[in-house]
């Protein structure tokens, strides 16, 4: 299975700022040694033409020549460096290549990615273009896909997609997320399920069956691509997540999505989203568990049958 990342060019942050950048090295370098059966491989730069399917072209300027507004840059985040702009191209880029890898071979991931909080005009909440509408805008203008599916569960609501897509019925945006976390004004998606503080497993995976079995009658077709953000940030050791999922109910819920796709083939592209760890190895552990259940699924639609430890 294709992994895309791209942790050469590091985020010039001030001193104490609370984004855990060091992740995504960390995670490529676990996956390296842990999950040897991937392919993974440097992000390219993501085409200008791309994102302008999506972005307005002056918010494109903006970030390219560093002309933002102090009010857009604290939206976002991060400061205006010559750098942003940079790894935002390549952040992009490793989703538009893993959807290339997906329709190719059924299934891809991006180490990084889901930035789902940047809507067509600006950034906001770390993220600064919004990958996953980049990528669906392609599959669709490049690639005849007919209907996307974007299942959502990071903690965040994903507003700048929900945004995005808002009165297009070829995107369809299902999140689970926290009512009460970022961001605080909502945008409406076509499924959002809020769940409360400190929700528990329970709560949670009965939520995630209901929003997965709503898709068969929502869904106006059978999706040919969809977008998993398994963001990490449901977990207990997250420090902005607030919903306290165990470790064995963020690898159910992984498992609940992974079955739901087996039995609704399509091209799936999983990002690995949000995670702000107290504990950087429990989050490695989660997102190393979502890879191996990503790879599980390429493996059988490839007749791999290679092992996992």
């Known amino acids: 299975m294709q992994a895309f990342h791209f942790d050469a060019q590091p985020l010039i942050l001030p001193p104490g700022h609370r984004f855990p950048h060091h992740k995504y090295a960390a995670l490529r370098e676990r996956l390296e040694r842990a999950l040897p059966q991937l392919r993974l491989q440097a992000a390219p730069r993501a085409a200008l033409p791309a994102l302008r399917a999506v972005h307005t072209e002056a918010y494109v300027q903006?970030?390219?020549?560093?002309?933002?507004?102090?009010?857009?840059?604290?939206?976002?985040?991060?400061?205006?460096?010559?750098?942003?702009?940079?790894?935002a191209l390549h952040s992009v880029g490793a989703t538009l290549a893993a959807t290339r890898a997906a329709l190719l071979e059924g299934v891809a991931m991006n180490l990084g990615g889901g930035t789902h909080h940047a809507s067509a005009d600006c950034g906001g909440g770390y993220c600064v273009f919004n990958d996953v509408?980049?990528?669906?805008?392609?599959?669709?203008?490049?690639?005849?896909?007919?209907?996307?599916?974007?299942?959502?569960?990071d903690v965040h609501q994903g507003n700048g997609t929900a945004?995005?897509?808002?009165?297009?019925?070829?995107?369809?945006?299902?999140?689970?997320?926290?009512?009460?976390?970022?961001?605080?004004?909502?945008?409406?998606?076509?499924?959002?399920?809020?769940?409360?503080?400190?929700?528990?497993?329970d709560a949670y995976l009965q939520a995630l069956d209901q929003a997965l079995a709503a898709l068969d009658t929502r869904l106006r077709e059978a999706p040919g691509l969809v977008f998993y953000l398994a963001g990490a940030d449901p977990h207990a050791g997250d420090r902005l997540g607030r919903l306290g999922l165990s470790t064995a109910a963020m690898a159910a819920r992984d498992a609940r999505v992974f079955d739901w796709l087996r039995a609704h083939p399509a091209a799936v592209v999983m990002l690995m989203a949000g995670g702000y760890p107290t504990d950087l190895e429990a989050l490695l552990d989660v997102q190393q568990a979502s890879a191996v259940a990503a790879w599980r699924l390429w493996a059988e639609w490839n007749n791999a049958g290679l092992p996992v430890d």
């Open 62 to 87: 903006r970030v390219l020549d560093g002309s933002l507004s102090a009010a857009e840059q604290r939206e976002i985040g991060f400061p205006w460096n010559p750098g942003m702009p940079v790894r």
């Open 133 to 153: 509408a980049v990528a669906a805008r392609w599959a669709q203008q490049q690639r005849g896909v007919r209907q996307v599916l974007v299942i959502d569960l």
């Open 163 to 201: 945004s995005i897509f808002a009165g297009d019925p070829t995107v369809f945006t299902l999140s689970l997320h926290g009512a009460k976390n970022f961001p605080f004004r909502k945008v409406a998606g076509d499924l959002d399920v809020d769940l409360p503080d400190a929700c528990g497993d």
